[in-house]
């Protein structure tokens, strides 16, 4: 398939995911995770209309970042080294991944200097997986709370990532299970604003994550796709 055509198939079925559970097409956001391909099909991808582009480590990013920044919105979905934050802080308006209180503290110590506020999921393991980073579910209120108090990282939402299934619809309890946990957490009213945002679905799964709230799906190989085309 080529990349109109993977756009409009991807626009298609989270379309009708939308339609399935009652949801608003417009409360989902589309990632294009370009950490696959070039430079080149980046600019295609933003050619297209999508401007919010996921990359999951500096390295494979940053060609594309200087050469595509002021076309795009760019979001960092992939674990986050430490020593890392100090490339990614004024270049990526998210970050998906926060998942340590060290980590939280070099965001605010690195995003003060420039007096940037930066928007901050907290990246959760539902799955219990033990190759998955994130948080487990019961790290994420004593985390909220010590965040609260940093001005310069503003958590929006939650972000996690199911195990691959031959069969998406076994991904369901984890995208509910985030789900639960940020209605949860918002009844505990723990931050300033309700957190409103799940970051959830990838290629595999997203309809599923979709059906279950997510306002933002991170699509790589089924939308941009793996190699030049
Ligand atoms: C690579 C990646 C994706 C996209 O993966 P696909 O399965 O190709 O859609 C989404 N989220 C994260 C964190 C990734 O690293």
Redo the contacts with the bound molecule.
Sequence with gaps: MQLEERIQHVNERITAACKRSGRNREDVGV?A?T??VSTAMTSKVLDHGLIHI?E?RWQNAEDKWNALHDRGIWHF??HLQTNKVKDVIGKFAYI??LDRLSLAKEIEKKAGQVDLQVECMLQVNISGEESKYGLEPEEVVPLLKQIREFPHVHITGL?T?APFEEDAERTRPVFRGLRELRDDLNRQALTNQPLTHLSMG???D?EVAVEEGATWV???????G?EED
């Design positions: 990632i995770v950490k696959y996921g999951n979905i992939g998906h991944s972000m990532m990838m290629s595999n997203y991170r699509l790589g190989s089924v939308l941009v793996k």
